[in-house]
């Protein structure tokens, strides 16, 4: 039988109040207790009961999650930090795909803001689809954006520093000896755009001249790479290393690389973003910029249940956080170790 508020507080030696509060990311509890009450709360399969508190509080108890791709396990990584959160503090999830999609991600997001108490969002809208987020904002929506920036849309943001992730990769191909490394650029989002920065700013630091022919335009899923690196491959005027603008890219371009005879690490290297989860389980190991998904995600979460509960005002002062970026060499690089 699943516990009851009584029984936690029991275990835990402290009032049912406390316990409440702390579930509930009352102020007046500190991070510590509250992840050791938390802690007990798993332990002992706490199940708030949702429809006494959706009457008292007139609220639904629901977190939207809107994500862009479901099949890359970076995401899933992200609504598990996020559940790890959400869940003991009395709120269930409901997920969205949009698949990259921006029409797909608005309809979306306008439904579910009339079914959840607010929404963590990794966006695939570019500059131009940024309105209806604003206006949702404007009129009291509870909006917490994870991963992906959107450029002069006031509220809450956790992210990796992306210009870092593509100066880092870059500058590590560089370093292994290459002077023509070309890109895979993303979408047409922020991320990918401080990504390509990052790849120029690290040309830019070791004296190397760009060539915009070494950057191609690309996105961020395995069927997008694959086909322009089979197109790039067609072209000719191949660079010997290539940065990726996400780990799928990367994949979807190492697949293209060996079907037209080229040995990934040895004739050209391969660097993504992201570090996907079975990254170091393919037959060449991928090397990648990695961040804690788990600390993007908690933080996401933590944020919009004190949007929710009233405890901060995003409106007013929209917090960004920044999980930073390392590098992980592996053979994709041709690389035998940390330089």
């Not at 991070?31 to 008292?56: D, F, K, M, Q, S």
């Not at 790039?232 to 940065?243: H, K, L, R």
């Not at 990367?250 to 391969?270: H, N, P, T």
Request: contains cysteine.
């Amino acid at each position: 039988m699943p516990a009851t508020l009584a029984d936690i507080a029991r275990e835990m030696g402290v009032s049912k109040m406390t316990v409440s509060r702390a579930i509930n990311n009352h102020p007046e509890i500190s991070a510590e207790t509250r992840e050791r009450i938390l802690a007990v709360a798993r332990r002992l399969n706490y199940r708030p009961n949702h429809h006494a508190r959706a009457l008292a509080t007139r609220r639904s108890s629901l977190i939207g999650v809107v994500v862009p791709d479901l099949m890359h396990s970076y995401f899933a990584e992200l609504l598990r930090s996020i559940e790890a959160v959400a869940r003991p503090a009395g709120f269930q999830i409901v997920i969205c795909n949009t698949e990259e999609d921006p029409t797909r991600e608005i309809g979306e997001v306008a439904a579910l803001l009339d079914r959840t108490d607010g929404l963590i969002v990794a966006s695939a809208l570019s500059k131009q689809g940024i309105g209806a987020y604003r206006k949702m904002i404007r009129e009291g929506a509870k909006i917490v954006l994870m991963d992906r920036e959107l450029e002069n849309v006031k509220c809450p943001l956790v992210k990796t520093d992306n210009h870092r992730v593509g100066f880092v990769a870059t500058d590590h191909l560089i370093r292994l000896g290459h002077k023509r490394v070309g890109h895979l650029k993303g979408n047409a989002v922020r991320v990918a755009d401080d990504r390509f920065e990052g790849y120029k700013a690290a040309l830019k630091a070791n004296r190397i001249l760009f060539e915009p022919n070494l950057a191609r335009e690309c996105g961020f899923l395995e069927s997008d790479a694959y086909a322009a690196m089979t197109r790039w491959i067609a072209d000719g005027d191949m660079p010997s290393a290539i940065f990726a603008s996400n780990d799928p890219a990367a994949i979807g371009a190492m697949v293209a690389l060996q079907e037209a005879g080229y040995r990934v690490g040895k004739d050209i290297a391969v660097v993504g973003g992201g570090n996907v989860h079975y990254g170091d389980m393919l037959k060449i190991p991928l090397t990648t910029v990695s961040w804690s998904r788990a600390e993007m995600g908690q933080a996401a979460a933590n944020i919009l249940l004190q949007m929710i509960s009233g405890i901060s005002q995003p409106e007013r002062k929209a917090p960004t956080i920044i999980i930073e970026p390392e590098l992980i060499i592996r053979e994709s690089c041709g690389a035998s170790r940390r330089i």
